[in-house]
């Protein structure tokens, strides 16, 4: 069971309680007192803070006990991961201290101007001479928050926030979150449009589905700078590596096992995509409506697209009528689809990814006693397909070439990247994805994206540790390489 750290501050009346009765109930509700720190004290009455230890489970209760107590005001109420975003999470520093007036001179005025006109004169002066060389827009409308939903633009700042600090993190890239006030596709395509000469890349995030297809098509053929919607390519690319590895565990082939995908938005339409580009020959899509089946009649262009592909079945049905047989189940839907028989109905060494947040298709105690190798998208489980290992390593590469764009091929190239991570002798059925904490993660991704960049033409700068290199040399991944170039 986790524990959550609580931080109370309570104004205790002296003449109804005590703070030693105040520790019973702490302690009655399974929790300890790790912390007392007075505010103000009175004659009759006193505040204090009062951190807690308590297990999540029992963490409510505890609370609602405190409150209960005669002679107790609880004031303020914090936990540990609340405490985590106070004021935000995230800051801008310079690079360099102003000291005095010749400092001043040279970053502002009059010094500026002459790397003003610079870029006036050359705007791809840009890329050396401002941010843009390593910035990146973390773009949402707040329509798709996580498991949450249509939350808006302020309630969906913490997840961007926490997103720009991976990716400074993880790979030291300077990304900011920007969360537009409107939920209309083209005003966001306008907008997008109007503040990119400041970045070098675009990260959409959390923009419901069919929205999403269209503000990221538009974006891609407007702007000369990668648009990479995450919840799309980012969650393709890493399922696509999980899948990988788990095809060597089980000893099946990419061409020769049926793959059914459960939720067909935005994350699974790019799955379907990159499973078709990646050689799969029997696919089946599925949604709340049942089976897309090849040739069907579909209002959702993406939809559409899907039903013209050879390699999607004729076969319609619901869920548990088709996935019997099937070697691959890919849930990107919501929790409680998939039932034990439905898994016991699939082909022999089952392969099930259920990661819908924050409860997955079907849990892992009904799954495992069915399923060969078994992923969720949640961090307590073996096997966690995290978009993290993805993001930071796409643009870090794609800036560090000055990429036009990520195209498929990139895409794939990531995917085997993150599944090479895995080492043959470290492969197995409870680890077959890299943790995203792995060093090796960022600078591999970020090797594959150059080496598939130059490779199509999509690169425009070739960094220092790729020039000189022949081909066959670049599709060979550095994993000593830096992180910028």
């Known amino acids: 069971m986790g524990y959550e750290s609580l931080m109370l501050r309570m104004e205790f009346n002296h003449e109804r309680t005590s703070f030693a009765e105040v520790a019973q109930t702490v302690s009655r509700f399974g929790g300890d007192i790790v912390a007392v720190d007075a505010v103000s004290s009175g004659a009759g009455s006193s505040i204090r803070d009062i951190t807690v230890q308590a297990g999540q489970e029992g963490s409510e209760a505890l609370i609602g006990a405190i409150r ?47 790397v003003c006109s610079a870029i006036a004169e050359d705007p791809k002066k840009a890329y050396s001479l401002t941010i843009k ?33 991976l990716f400074k993190q993880l790979a030291d890239v300077d990304a900011f979150p920007i969360c537009l006030d409107s939920q209309d596709t083209e005003e966001i395509i306008r907008t997008v449009l109007a503040i ?26 407007e702007l ?21 590895n788990a095809l060597k565990v089980v000893g099946k082939r990419m061409e020769d096992v049926r793959i059914v995908v459960n939720g067909i938005g935005a994350a699974g339409v790019s799955i379907c995509k990159m499973l ?87 849990s892992p105690e009904e799954a495992l006693p069915y399923a060969r190798i078994f992923a969720t998208g949640r961090s307590d489980y073996p096997n966690q397909i ?42 197995d059925e409870q680890y077959i994805v890299p943790s995203i904490f792995n060093e090796r993660v960022v600078a591999d991704v970020r090797a594959a994206i150059i080496g598939a960049a130059i490779q199509t033409g999509a690169a425009r700068r070739v960094p220092p540790d790729f020039r000189g290199l022949t081909p066959e ?13």
């Open 68 to 114: 209960a107590m005669n002679g107790i005001s609880v004031i303020h109420l914090s936990d540990r991961t609340f405490l985590a975003h106070l004021g935000g999470k995230i800051a801008v520093q310079p690079k360099m201290q102003v000291k005095n007036r010749d400092d001043l001179s040279r970053v502002y005025t009059p010094g500026v101007a002459r």
């Open 133 to 165: 060389r390593n910035t990146v827009a973390v773009i949402t409308d707040g329509t798709a928050v996580l498991g949450l939903g249509n939350i808006g633009p302020y309630a969906a700042a913490p997840v961007m926030e926490g997103k720009a600090m």
């Open 196 to 221: 990119s000469p400041i970045f070098g890349g675009i990260n959409l995030e959390d923009i419901s589905s069919p929205r999403c297809f269209e503000i990221e098509r538009r974006l891609q053929e």
């Open 224 to 244: 000369d700078i990668p648009v990479f919607h995450d919840d799309q390519h980012g969650t393709a690319i890493v399922v696509v590596a999980g899948l990988l």
């Open 276 to 362: 078709l580009a990646a050689g799969v020959r029997q696919l089946t899509p599925v949604d709340r409506e049942g089976a897309l089946v090849r040739g069907g009649c579909y209002e959702q262009p993406m939809w559409q697209w899907l039903s013209m592909q050879p390699q999607v079945g004729s076969r319609g049905g619901t869920l548990s009528e088709v996935i019997a047989g099937a070697d691959v189940f890919i849930g990107v839907s919501s929790g409680k689809v998939l039932v034990s028989s439905d898994v016991r109905s699939m082909a022999a060494d089952p392969i099930v990814f259920a990661m819908a947040n924050p409860e997955p298709e079907i």
């Open 386 to 427: 995290n978009n993290v290992l993805v993001f930071p390593g796409v643009f870090r590469g794609a800036l560090d070439c000055r990429a036009s764009g990520i195209n498929e091929t990139m895409k794939l190239a990531a995917a085997r990247a993150i599944a090479g991570v895995v080492g043959s002798s470290e492969l």
């Open 473 to 485: 040399d670049r599709s060979v991944v550095p994993t000593a390489s830096g992180l910028s170039g």
